[in-house]
C-alpha cells in the first residue's frame, strides 16, 4: 500500500480513523493540537460521523469520551503533557471503571519545554493510573501502537495511554495504513455498575486493575515492541526507550549497534527482559526522552547496580535528548556548538497590529500610579506581555490562575490586584475562579483580552465566542462593572480611563478589551461569525 | 544519496512550503523521508528551522545531528549562520541577503553577510528581487529553493512536480509563478557560482 507522509500526530488520527474510533476529544495544546486538526479535515471522519469538535478543556474532554466508551463506541482523547493535569481526576478514575468502547488517551510531552511551562514526563500518570502506555519510536509506530491500543483496551478493559514528544509530534515520515475497521455499535456495559465508583464498587475494580496487573506484565513482556536485540560487546547493554532509539541507531548508520539493546516501548517495563540485560552486561545505560523513569527503576534506591542515564550525569539532567548527546554517553565523544557571536536571540513576540498590544499599553498607564507587580496572567499568546518592551505582567503558571491568584493576593492585602486572561483560557478554566471572586467580592480587575480564538496554537475555535459578558453576569459579576472596549491606539485615553475607573472599584471587575485576532483574519467562517455577532 | 538539510527562517515566512516541496519530490523520487519541524510558540516571529532529511536508505534520527548537514537553506541571513552547528565540513549554505528585523538589536547587515561570506560554500541571493521580478513577491521562499536545488541530489524535474502538486489548490497561475520562482533562482546560482 502506498505510504501517507504525516506527522507523528497526524499518524495517530489516522491510526484512530482507521481503528473505527467514533469520536475524538481534546484542547488544543503544542505539540498535540494537529491529532484533533486532522480529523477535522478528514473526509474519512466527515463521511462516518466522527465527533471532533473541540472541548471546553481537557477534564472535560477525557469525561466525553469515557462517555462514549460507556455507550460502546470506540474513543480517543488527546492533549498536551500539562493537560493531563487538568484531566488528571477523570484520567485515574477510568482505570477503575474500566472501558467498554475502547479508550485511548494520548499524551504529547514536551521535553526541552519549547511550547510549555514544563517537562513533566507523563509515563508516570500511566504508572500512577495503573494502566499499559506505548510509547513509539517512529511514526510508523506511533499508527501501529495506537491502532493496537483500541484493541488491547476493549480486551484488557482498559484505558490505554499513548505517550509521545514534541519531536515525534511535529516530525514528518511515511506511514502505511493498516486495513479499516467498522465502528462499534451503541451497547450499554455488561455490568450496569461499572462506572458507578461507589467506594463498594470501587474497592472491587481496583482489585480487578491490581490483578489486571499480572497480565499487563506479561503482555509487555511479548510485546512486538519491547525489542532485545543482541550485541557482541557486553560491556555495556543499553536500554532504549521510544524515540531515544532513533538517536543511538543514528550513530550506527548502517552497521548494528555492537552492544545489547532492549527498545522498551510498552509498559508496564518488561521486567525479565531488563533482567536479562542486566545480568548478561557489566553496566547498562538507559536512553530516555523525558524523567529517568525507567532509570530509576532499574537503580532502585539501593543503588547497587551500575545504570548510567540522566542521574549519574552520563547525560544531561533535562531538556531533549539528540544523537550528539547519545553519543557522547556511549563513546566520551565531546562535541562543540558554536553560534558565532554575531547572531541574535530572536524570541517569540507578539504580531503586528496585536490587539492584547493595545491592551497592555493602556493597562500599564492605568496601573502606574499604583505601582508594579500586581499583574497576573495566564497561558496564551498575551503571556508574551511578560517580555520587552511591555513588561506588563508578574505571573504565568496554569490555564487558569490569573484570575485566583490575583484573588489570592487581593486576599493577602494587594490591592488593587489585575488578572489578564484570553478568552479562551477563561472558558478553558477561568471561569470556576472568577466565581470565587464574586462570592467573596474580592477586589480584582478581571481583564478578558478577548480575540474570539485560541490564538498561540493556530487559531482553534473558542468557546467564548460571543458568550463572555452572559458567562460573568451569570457567574454574578454586576453587569456595570462588565465594561467591554474595542483595543486600538485611537482609543488609548478611553481604555485608560476605563480601566482606572475599574481599578478604583473595591469588587469585581470585568474588562474586556476586544479585537480580531489579526492571524484569524482569513478565516471566513469567523469573520462572517464575528459580523453576525456584531462583535467587531 | 542522502541530503540532510537544515531549513531556517522566521515564524511565517514560508519555510513549510520549502519543506513540503522538498517532501513531495522525495516521494516522487521514491526516497525515504523524515522532516522535523518547530509549530506552536516560535512560529509567533522567532527563529524557526526545521530539519528535513531524505535519503535512499532507511533514516534513524528526526533530527541532524551536529556537523552532518549537507546544506543549510535559510529564507533570511542571520538566521542562516545560527545554525552553523550543524553544517558539514563540505556543506553549503545557501541564504536569501534580505534581512527579516524584527528585534532592536539585529546586527549590522554588511557584518552579517561579511560573515557568511568567509565561509568556503556559500551563496547569497536576493530572492526578493528576483521573486519580484518574475511576478510574486511571495514566491521569494522557492526562489532560494531553486538556488539551493544544486546542492541535493535530486532530480531537479522532481521539484517542478512538487510544487505542481503542492499549489495545484491555488491554481494554475500560482503553480506557474512558483516554477518561475524555481527556474529563476536556480539560474541565479548557474551563472554567479562555481561549484
Given at each position: 500500500?502506498?505510504?501517507?507522509l504525516?506527522?507523528?500526530?497526524?499518524?495517530?488520527?489516522?491510526?484512530?480513523?482507521?481503528?473505527?474510533?467514533?469520536?475524538?476529544?481534546?484542547?488544543?495544546?503544542?505539540?498535540?493540537?494537529?491529532?484533533?486538526?486532522?480529523?477535522?479535515?478528514?473526509?474519512?471522519?466527515?463521511?462516518?460521523?466522527?465527533?471532533?469538535?473541540?472541548?471546553?478543556?481537557?477534564?472535560?474532554?477525557?469525561?466525553?469520551?469515557?462517555?462514549?466508551?460507556?455507550?460502546?463506541?470506540?474513543?480517543?482523547?488527546?492533549?498536551?503533557?500539562?493537560?493531563?493535569?487538568?484531566?488528571?481526576?477523570?484520567?485515574?478514575?477510568?482505570?477503575?471503571?474500566?472501558?467498554?468502547?475502547?479508550?485511548?488517551?494520548?499524551?504529547?510531552?514536551?521535553?526541552?519545554?519549547?511550547?510549555?511551562?514544563?517537562?513533566?514526563?507523563?509515563?508516570?500518570?500511566?504508572?500512577?493510573?495503573?494502566?499499559?502506555?506505548?510509547?513509539?519510536?517512529?511514526?510508523?509506530?506511533?499508527?501501529?501502537?495506537?491502532?493496537?491500543?483500541?484493541?488491547?483496551?476493549?480486551?484488557?478493559?482498559?484505558?490505554?495511554?499513548?505517550?509521545?514528544?514534541?519531536?515525534?509530534?511535529?516530525?514528518r515520515?511515511?506511514?502505511?495504513?493498516?486495513?479499516?475497521?467498522?465502528?462499534?455499535?451503541?451497547?450499554?456495559?455488561?455490568?450496569?455498575?461499572?462506572?458507578?465508583?461507589?467506594?463498594?464498587?470501587?474497592?472491587?475494580?481496583?482489585?480487578?486493575?491490581?490483578?489486571?496487573?499480572?497480565?499487563?506484565?506479561?503482555?509487555?513482556?511479548?510485546?512486538?515492541?519491547?525489542?532485545?536485540?543482541?550485541?557482541?560487546?557486553?560491556?555495556?547493554?543499553?536500554?532504549?526507550?521510544?524515540?531515544?532509539?532513533?538517536?543511538?541507531?543514528?550513530?550506527?548508520?548502517?552497521?548494528?549497534?555492537?552492544?545489547?539493546?532492549?527498545?522498551?516501548?510498552?509498559?508496564?517495563?518488561?521486567?525479565?527482559?531488563?533482567?536479562?540485560?542486566?545480568?548478561?552486561?557489566?553496566?547498562?545505560?538507559?536512553?530516555?526522552?523525558?524523567?529517568?523513569?525507567?532509570?530509576?527503576?532499574?537503580?532502585?534506591?539501593?543503588?547497587?547496580?551500575?545504570?548510567?542515564?540522566?542521574?549519574?550525569?552520563?547525560?544531561?539532567?533535562?531538556?531533549?535528548?539528540?544523537?550528539?548527546?547519545?553519543?557522547?554517553?556511549?563513546?566520551?565523544?565531546?562535541?562543540?556548538?558554536?553560534?558565532?557571536?554575531?547572531?541574535?536571540?530572536?524570541?517569540?513576540?507578539?504580531?503586528?497590529?496585536?490587539?492584547?498590544?493595545?491592551?497592555?499599553?493602556?493597562?500599564?498607564?492605568?496601573?502606574?500610579?499604583?505601582?508594579?507587580?500586581?499583574?497576573?496572567?495566564?497561558?496564551?499568546?498575551?503571556?508574551?506581555?511578560?517580555?520587552?518592551?511591555?513588561?506588563?505582567?508578574?505571573?504565568?503558571?496554569?490555564?487558569?490562575?490569573?484570575?485566583?491568584?490575583?484573588?489570592?493576593?487581593?486576599?493577602?492585602?494587594?490591592?488593587?490586584?489585575?488578572?489578564?486572561?484570553?478568552?479562551?483560557?477563561?472558558?478553558?478554566?477561568?471561569?470556576?475562579?472568577?466565581?470565587?471572586?464574586?462570592?467573596?467580592?474580592?477586589?480584582?480587575?478581571?481583564?478578558?483580552?478577548?480575540?474570539?480564538?485560541?490564538?498561540?496554537?493556530?487559531?482553534?475555535?473558542?468557546?467564548?465566542?460571543?458568550?463572555?459578558?452572559?458567562?460573568?453576569?451569570?457567574?454574578?459579576?454586576?453587569?456595570?462593572?462588565?465594561?467591554?472596549?474595542?483595543?486600538?491606539?485611537?482609543?488609548?485615553?478611553?481604555?485608560?480611563?476605563?480601566?482606572?475607573?475599574?481599578?478604583?472599584?473595591?469588587?469585581?471587575?470585568?474588562?474586556?478589551?476586544?479585537?480580531?485576532?489579526?492571524?484569524?483574519?482569513?478565516?471566513?467562517?469567523?469573520?462572517?461569525?464575528?459580523?453576525?455577532?456584531?462583535?467587531? | 544519496?542522502?541530503s540532510?538539510i537544515?531549513l531556517?527562517g522566521?515564524?511565517?515566512q514560508g519555510i513549510v512550503s520549502i519543506a513540503a516541496t522538498i517532501g513531495t519530490a522525495a516521494l516522487i523520487e521514491g526516497l525515504?523521508l523524515?522532516q522535523?519541524e518547530?509549530?506552536?510558540?516560535?512560529?509567533?516571529?522567532?527563529?524557526?528551522?526545521s530539519?528535513m532529511?531524505v535519503?535512499?536508505?532507511?533514516?534513524?534520527?528526526?533530527?541532524?545531528?551536529?556537523?552532518?548537514?549537507?546544506l543549510?537553506l535559510?529564507v533570511?541571513?542571520?538566521?542562516?549562520?545560527?545554525?552553523?552547528?550543524?553544517?558539514?565540513?563540505?556543506?553549503?549554505?545557501v541564504?536569501n541577503?534580505?534581512?527579516?528585523?524584527?528585534?532592536?538589536?539585529?546586527?549590522?547587515?554588511?557584518?552579517?553577510?561579511?560573515?557568511?561570506?568567509?565561509?568556503?560554500?556559500?551563496?547569497?541571493i536576493?530572492a526578493d528581487?528576483i521573486a519580484a521580478e518574475v511576478g510574486s513577491r511571495r514566491s521569494s521562499n522557492i526562489v532560494m529553493l531553486g538556488a539551493a536545488s544544486h546542492f541535493i541530489d535530486m532530480d531537479f524535474d522532481a521539484f517542478k512536480k512538487g510544487i505542481t502538486q503542492i499549489f495545484a489548490k491555488k491554481g494554475t497561475e500560482t503553480v506557474d509563478v512558483n516554477i518561475k520562482a524555481l527556474e529563476a533562482g536556480r539560474k541565479f546560482v548557474e551563472?554567479?557560482?562555481?561549484?
Open positions: 500500500m502506498e505510504k501517507l504525516l506527522l507523528g500526530d497526524e499518524a495517530i488520527a489516522q491510526a484512530a480513523l482507521d481503528a473505527g474510533m467514533s469520536g475524538m476529544y481534546a484542547y488544543p495544546g503544542t505539540p498535540s493540537t494537529e491529532i484533533m486538526e486532522f480529523i477535522q479535515h478528514s473526509k474519512m471522519a466527515k463521511e462516518n460521523n466522527v465527533h471532533s469538535i473541540w472541548s471546553a478543556n481537557e477534564k472535560t474532554s477525557m469525561e466525553s469520551a469515557i462517555g462514549m466508551s460507556y455507550a460502546g463506541k470506540r474513543t480517543m482523547v488527546a492533549m498536551k503533557h500539562v493537560g493531563l493535569n487538568v484531566a488528571a481526576d477523570a484520567f485515574l478514575n477510568a482505570a477503575i471503571t474500566g472501558v467498554n468502547g475502547g479508550l485511548v488517551v494520548v499524551t504529547a510531552d514536551d521535553p526541552s519545554m519549547h511550547s510549555s511551562q514544563n517537562e513533566q514526563d507523563n509515563r508516570f500518570y500511566g504508572k500512577f493510573a495503573l494502566i499499559p502506555i506505548f510509547e513509539p519510536v517512529n511514526q510508523q509506530d506511533a499508527y501501529n501502537m495506537v491502532y493496537d491500543a483500541f484493541e488491547m483496551s476493549e480486551k484488557f478493559n482498559v484505558p490505554i495511554l499513548i505517550r509521545i514528544t514534541t519531536r515525534l509530534a511535529h516530525s515520515a511515511g506511514v502505511a495504513r493498516r486495513e479499516v475497521k467498522l465502528h462499534n455499535k451503541i451497547t450499554l456495559p455488561k455490568n450496569p455498575r461499572q462506572f458507578v465508583l461507589l467506594p463498594s464498587i470501587a474497592k472491587v475494580q481496583y482489585k480487578q486493575l491490581l490483578d489486571n496487573q499480572s497480565k499487563f506484565e506479561e503482555n509487555s513482556e511479548k510485546s512486538i515492541y519491547n525489542i532485545y536485540e543482541d550485541g557482541s560487546d557486553k560491556s555495556l547493554g543499553i536500554i532504549a526507550c521510544g524515540i531515544s532509539y532513533n538517536y543511538l541507531k543514528e550513530n550506527y548508520n548502517d552497521t548494528k549497534i555492537p552492544f545489547p539493546v532492549l527498545r522498551v516501548c510498552q509498559y508496564p517495563v518488561p521486567k525479565e527482559q531488563i533482567k536479562k540485560l542486566m545480568a548478561e552486561c557489566k553496566e547498562v545505560l538507559v536512553l530516555e526522552d523525558g524523567y529517568p523513569f525507567v532509570e530509576e527503576m532499574v537503580k532502585g534506591i539501593l543503588d547497587k547496580e551500575p545504570v548510567k542515564g540522566r542521574l549519574d550525569g552520563s547525560l544531561p539532567r533535562d531538556g531533549e535528548l539528540n544523537p550528539n548527546i547519545v553519543k557522547r554517553a556511549i563513546t566520551g565523544e565531546k562535541f562543540i556548538v558554536e553560534i558565532p557571536k554575531i547572531v541574535q536571540n530572536r524570541p517569540p513576540a507578539l504580531c503586528k497590529g496585536c490587539g492584547h498590544i493595545d491592551a497592555y499599553l493602556a493597562l500599564n498607564k492605568a496601573l502606574i500610579k499604583y505601582g508594579e507587580g500586581r499583574v497576573f496572567a495566564d497561558i496564551g499568546c498575551y503571556t508574551l506581555g511578560a517580555l520587552e518592551p511591555y513588561n506588563a505582567i508578574n505571573s504565568c503558571v496554569d490555564m487558569g490562575a490569573s484570575i485566583t491568584m490575583a484573588k489570592g493576593a487581593a486576599d493577602a492585602g494587594l490591592v488593587p490586584a489585575v488578572a489578564v486572561i484570553g478568552d479562551s483560557t477563561f472558558t478553558h478554566s477561568g471561569m470556576t475562579g472568577l466565581l470565587d471572586a464574586v462570592v467573596e467580592n474580592s477586589p480584582i480587575t478581571v481583564i478578558i483580552s478577548d480575540n474570539f480564538t485560541t490564538g498561540m496554537t493556530g487559531g482553534q475555535n473558542s468557546h467564548a465566542l460571543g458568550r463572555l459578558e452572559k458567562i460573568c453576569e451569570g457567574i454574578g459579576v454586576e453587569p456595570e462593572h462588565i465594561r467591554v472596549f474595542h483595543p486600538t491606539s485611537k482609543n488609548f485615553d478611553e481604555m485608560v480611563s476605563i480601566i482606572e475607573e475599574e481599578l478604583q472599584y473595591k469588587g469585581v471587575s470585568v474588562i474586556i478589551p476586544r479585537r480580531q485576532c489579526v492571524q484569524t483574519m482569513k478565516n471566513k467562517d469567523l469573520v462572517a461569525k464575528v459580523k453576525e455577532l456584531k462583535l467587531n | 544519496m542522502k540532510d537544515i531556517a522566521v515564524g511565517g525515504n523524515k522535523s518547530v509549530h506552536g510558540m516560535s512560529q509567533r516571529g522567532g527563529d524557526v528551522s530539519n532529511r535519503s535512499s536508505n532507511e533514516i534513524a534520527s528526526d533530527l541532524i545531528p551536529y556537523g552532518q548537514a549537507d543549510i535559510s533570511e541571513p542571520m538566521e542562516a549562520l545560527r545554525y552553523l552547528p550543524f553544517l558539514s565540513e563540505s556543506g553549503w549554505l541564504t541577503s534580505e534581512p527579516f528585523i524584527n528585534i532592536d538589536n539585529y546586527p549590522n547587515l554588511d557584518e552579517l553577510l561579511e560573515k557568511i561570506k568567509s565561509l568556503p560554500r556559500n551563496v547569497i536576493n528581487k551563472e554567479n557560482y562555481k561549484f
